[in-house]
Every structure is written in structure tokens, then in C-alpha cells.
């Protein structure tokens, strides 16, 4: 098949971004000729892999997004492609994946957060929020796809609750994890390496936070968590894998909450895997996050994870998991990684 991509970038890191550059490499071992539209990508190189360069007006937010979703639309127009998949904030394609959310619900939390009523006014009618609602609407316009995938059940009820979309239309494909780089055995790889390397005795339980949204995320409830759970059981740290531009607001809390010594804020790591293989138990309580890669990486390293009602994984966690009803709630949080502490309980 003749099949185009339509999404900004082409990378082998971030979530969506992580998620195309496998499924490329999948599509493109199964023989099929791919078209990539986007403004920025890594170099690789295969005879079938054509890369399509978007323009697209940089200077200002809510234009760069409109005129890359405008432009590319009018590029992939007319063209003999068997399949068009659409990814991020666009709105021409066959086959849209959503792994985002509706704008409506996410701005519950984004907008929730704001404690000023004029900032929180302002920020609603934005012409960046403005313009993200507007191909959204265009995107789930009755005609302008032919198939929805979902990647939760949240994210399906949600499209269905604010677009004229009938619920035959959509399906509900789970994310998939790597499991030759995501994979138990690495734990003999990596543990003592990576513990050596941050100064993590053998015996301290290691709980591991990936991301890089640290306040949707609610790294601040892990933060708050760690004094509860202090000389319960063994001796505690916790790995921080991701960066964020209000960063020092979390290392200031840290030194606030007198946790800097079980905290170790790592940045950006390109190569993640070996963090899951040298951690005890993953968390990842976001106030909103429709399906983070994180847990399923986690779960497929032979993680137990703690999540919350608020993270789409929650629907497939199942056995290999716990999930907290109020991401806000530091109490609930650490009553949950007790439970955990007891090793038969992560290794059921």
C-alpha cells in the first residue's frame, strides 16, 4: 500500500512521535511505501520512506499549529494514496488516532488549575485554545474521516459526547509497548548499573516517575507522599525521568518537604529502559493523561504501577496495577505504595 502520515514531526523520541517512528519501521518491513508530511525529522533512510516537508509560520503559537494542519491538508489533497493516517493537531486524514483527548475535558484540569478568574477567562478564549477546538471540530466533522481509533475508552466517550460521531465510527485500539527494549531480563542488564550510577543501595525500594508534564502528571502528590512513608519499610528514593520548564518550582518543594535525599532528578534520558529495570515499582498519578506510554513500558519491565482514575491505563492496569481516586491526594497515594512495599505483593 501507498500510505501517508500526517503529523509535525518524525522523531524516535516523545510519545506520539515514539509511537510513528515504530510503526514506520513496522510498515515499512511489511513492504508498504510511506509518505511522511511533517516540518521536522530525523535522519533515516529506506528506499520506500519519502519525507514531505510542511511549511508552516513559526513566530506565533496558535498560527504555527493552524498552518501546518491548513498546509498540509492542501499538500495531501489530490494525492493517490491508498491511506491517509492523521496524528496530533491535524484534521485531513482516512484514519484519525487520538490519543489526546477532547480539548473540553482537558481544559477542565488545565483551566481548573488557575486559581485567577480573569487569567483563567483569558486563557479559555485564547486564540491558541481557540484554534486547537477549531480543528478538532473540523477533524470530527460527519465526512472528513472514515475511521476513528481511540486509544482508551475515555478518550472514545469523550470524542462521542462532544462531536456528531456515531459509536460505530470509532475503535478503541490500546497502545502497545516495545517488549524487546521493554522487557524483564533487563533487570539483570541494568539494575546495578544504574543504581551504582545514582548511589541506590541494593536494598532501597525505588519508585519511578517518567514524564515530562511534572504538574498534569502530579509529580508534586509523589513529593508530598514520600514523609508518610518513611521508616515503614525499607529506605525509599525515587528516580525522576523528564524535564519540564517550571522544574525548580519541583526541586524547591523537594527541599520544602525535606525529601532531597530520597529524590534524584535525572532530565531527559534518551535511552529510558534501563530506569524501569533498576525500579521497584512505577508512578504515575496525573490530574489528566489520556494513555502515557510510560505504564505500558513500565508493565512490559515487569513493574507493578500505581496510576489514577484520571490516566487512561487504568483500563487495562488490571492485576499489574493500583489506582488512586484523587491524584491530589498524597494520603491515598502513599496507602497505595504501602501496599506495594511488601515484595510478594510487586511480584504477584
Not at 502520515?5 to 512521535?17: D, K, L, M, Y
Not at 513493574?303 to 483500563?315: D, F, H, M, Q, R
Request: aromatic content about 14%; overall charge positive; charged content about 25%.
Amino acid at each position: 500500500m501507498k500510505i501517508a502520515i500526517n503529523h509535525t514531526r518524525f522523531a524516535s523520541t516523545g510519545g506520539v512521535e515514539r509511537y510513528l517512528f515504530n510503526l514506520v519501521k513496522r510498515l515499512l518491513s511489511a513492504g508498504h511505501e510511506i509518505h511522511y508530511y511533517c516540518y521536522k525529522w530525523e535522519p533515516f533512510h529506506h528506499p520506500n520512506l519519502f519525507f514531505h516537508r510542511v511549511p508552516y509560520i513559526k513566530v506565533i503559537r496558535f498560527l504555527r499549529i493552524f498552518s501546518f494542519a491548513f498546509f498540509s491538508k492542501l499538500m495531501l489533497q489530490g494525492k493517490n494514496y491508498d491511506l491517509i493516517l492523521g496524528f496530533g493537531k491535524t484534521y485531513y486524514q482516512d484514519i484519525y488516532r487520538d490519543g489526546y483527548g477532547c480539548l473540553k475535558d482537558y481544559q477542565k484540569y488545565s483551566l481548573g488549575i488557575i486559581k485567577n478568574p480573569l487569567r483563567r477567562f483569558l486563557r479559555k478564549i485564547s486564540l491558541y485554545q481557540q484554534t486547537i477546538q477549531a480543528i478538532e471540530n473540523i477533524r470530527y466533522k460527519p465526512g472528513n474521516f472514515k475511521k476513528i481509533i481511540a486509544t482508551s475508552e475515555w478518550i472514545k466517550r469523550q470524542i462521542l459526547n462532544y462531536h456528531a460521531v456515531r459509536p460505530d465510527q470509532i475503535e478503541v485500539v490500546y497502545s502497545g509497548a516495545d517488549i524487546e527494549t521493554f522487557h524483564p531480563r533487563n533487570k539483570a542488564k541494568y539494575r546495578e548499573k544504574i543504581r551504582n550510577q545514582f548511589g541506590i543501595g541494593e536494598n532501597e525500594l525505588v519508585l519511578l516517575f517518567v514524564g515530562n508534564d511534572f504538574k498534569r502528571k502530579a509529580l508534586d502528590t509523589i513529593l508530598k507522599a514520600i514523609p508518610l512513608l518513611r521508616n515503614f519499610a525499607s529506605p525509599l528514593r525515587v528516580l525522576i525521568v523528564g524535564t519540564d520548564r517550571h522544574e525548580k518550582d519541583f526541586f524547591i518543594l523537594a527541599k520544602n518537604l525535606g525529601v532531597t535525599k530520597e529524590t534524584i532528578f535525572v532530565g531527559h534520558q534518551a535511552d529510558i529502559a534501563p530506569f524501569y529495570a533498576a525500579s521497584d515499582i512505577f508512578v504515575l498519578p496525573s490530574r489528566f493523561d489520556p494513555f502515557p506510554n510510560a505504564v505500558l513500558e513500565a508493565m512490559a519491565t515487569g513493574l507493578p504501577v500505581i496510576v489514577s482514575s484520571a490516566n487512561g491505563t487504568k483500563e487495562i492496569v488490571g492485576g499489574g496495577g493500583l489506582i488512586v481516586n484523587n491524584p491530589d491526594s498524597e494520603t491515598e497515594l502513599a496507602e497505595k505504595i504501602k501496599i506495594l512495599f511488601d515484595r510478594e505483593k510487586r511480584e504477584e
